[in-house]
């Protein structure tokens, strides 16, 4: 299966905007980029998914390289709330489960 | 509308004693997973049902973990008996259709803790 590659951790200034990179240079034509959070004590949480497509929804942007071997969540003003670990997670028409790597860990600066 | 809710949120057990982890999914939702991260590891795949069905359970660790889901509706997972390497978090999500583009929605976990 592809495997993504995350920073271990970020920070960034409340009300600023925040750019999380995700590496995926092994990813194939039929992946989806599915990008999930979680918060402190919670379970995951859906953020976003694309293919090829930049896509953007109420909590947040994806950008995906022209090549697709990366792409960037883009949180456009991060709040407190917004401190999680952030998952880059690929999907094919093979997998149902979600193959959760070590994540990115947000930290927001009031 | 609910969420996936997951009970007890925390259990605390001596090994080899047994644990049964409940599971409620979305209602209306036939795809039910459960996931689990021990203790300094990622968060790990155990099994997937649709509907009452094992359609892929390449994720259990060892013929101590058993999950059913009579009926359909609500699962578990019964650790039977604990070891204490079972330590860690046990996720449940669910989904109304399986595939690359759907959304899981999680739990909140069990936190278990063998002693």
């Known amino acids: 299966d592809a495997k993504t590659t995350q920073p271990n951790s970020m920070e960034s200034n409340e009300e600023e905007p925040v750019h999380l990179p995700c590496n995926h240079s092994?990813?194939?034509?039929?992946?989806?980029i599915h990008w999930y959070r979680q918060l402190p004590s919670q379970g995951p949480e859906y953020v976003i998914h694309?293919?090829?497509s930049n896509v953007n929804n109420r909590m947040a942007s994806l950008a995906i390289a022209e090549d697709r071997k990366s792409s960037t969540l883009i949180l456009h003003r991060a709040t407190l709330r917004d401190a999680a670990v952030y998952y880059c997670?690929?999907?094919?028409?093979?997998?149902?489960?979600?193959?959760f790597g070590a994540g990115t860990r947000l930290t927001v600066k009031p | 509308e609910a969420g996936v809710t997951q009970f007890p949120s925390h259990s605390v057990i001596e090994k080899g004693q047994t644990v049964t982890l409940r599971c409620d999914p979305i209602s209306g939702h036939d795809n039910l997973y459960w996931y689990r991260r021990v203790m300094g590891k990622e968060i790990k795949f155990l099994l997937h049902f649709v509907k009452e069905s094992k359609q892929d359970e390449s994720g259990m660790p060892n013929n101590r973990f058993l999950a059913e889901r009579t009926g359909g509706t609500y699962s578990t997972l019964k650790v039977q008996p604990a070891e204490l390497e079972d330590s860690g978090v046990y996720f449940c999500?669910?989904?109304?259709?399986?595939?690359?583009?759907?959304?899981?929605?999680f739990g909140p976990g069990t936190r278990l803790l063998v002693l």
């Open positions: 694309g293919l090829t």
């Open positions: 997670i690929l999907r094919d028409y093979n997998n149902n489960d979600m193959r």
């Open positions: 092994t990813i194939s034509g039929t992946d989806y």
């Open positions: 999500a669910s989904s109304k259709i399986a595939g690359s583009q759907e959304t899981q929605y």
